[in-house]
């Protein structure tokens, strides 16, 4: 079982990340409650898809048991953010790309985490999800278009409301690339705006995590 990584990222919450090798028939029996999760599971994935599915809730399983022993399942309400049915007050965001499955799992805390592998896309895409000063802040660097891509999907995940303009609403202030850092972030809603701490790091040399807990 490839789980490479516990590491708590506050006093209530923890990050997981998952390498993943196994087949889709390795990862079913990980799970518990077998037919909720039959009944759950999405038709017409590709095997990589499938894959990746099943390896997010096992290793949203494998941080619920750390942090309690209360059972629970797992679902998704109705703008697909994951929860525990009978523990609604944790929270819990998961991300998948490549090889790399992440979870993030907290006590009574929104989160939202990403994991992105680098790619020349992020930099194909840029006009459409980032603004003229962070484009420029990027430059001609691949990593840093998709930790910019990454910290805002982050952002969106953790509001957890469709129809968010990354380009306008979701706005990261200029940064230093380094292995590991912080970013601030802000989403600007109609009624409202707030800041927030997103958190990233290398994983492995082609990709990028980031992750925020409120």
Request: proline share 4%.
């Given at each position: 079982m490839p789980l490479h990584s516990l590491s708590p990222?506050?006093?209530?919450a923890l990050l997981g990340l998952w390498q993943l090798t196994?087949?889709?028939e390795m990862l079913w029996p990980l799970l518990p409650d077998l037919l909720h999760y039959t009944a759950r599971f999405p038709d017409g994935r590709d095997e990589t898809r499938a894959r990746q599915w099943l390896a997010g809730r096992v290793l949203a399983h494998r941080l619920l048991q750390e942090l309690t022993d209360m059972p629970a399942t797992l679902s998704n309400d109705?703008?697909?953010?994951p929860y525990f049915e009978q523990l609604p007050g944790l929270g819990v965001s998961l991300s998948h790309s490549g090889e790399w499955v992440a979870a993030v799992v907290a006590r009574g805390a929104a989160v939202g985490t990403d994991i992105e592998l680098v790619r020349p896309k992020a930099q194909k895409l840029a006009p459409r999800f980032?603004?003229?000063?962070?484009?420029?802040?990027?430059g001609s660097e691949a990593v840093k278009h998709s930790l910019y891509w990454s910290a805002k999907e982050t952002l969106y995940k953790l509001h957890s409301r469709r129809g968010l303009v990354f380009k306008e609403q979701i706005v990261l202030d200029p940064f230093g690339l380094r292995e590991a850092g912080v970013l601030t972030g802000h989403l600007l809603l109609e009624?409202?705006?707030s800041q927030h701490?997103?958190?990233?790091q290398r994983p492995a040399p082609d990709y990028i995590l980031t992750y925020c807990v409120e």
């Open positions: 990222i506050s006093s209530q196994e087949p889709a109705a703008n697909g953010r980032l603004s003229e000063a962070e484009r420029a802040d990027a009624n409202s705006r701490q997103i958190h990233y």
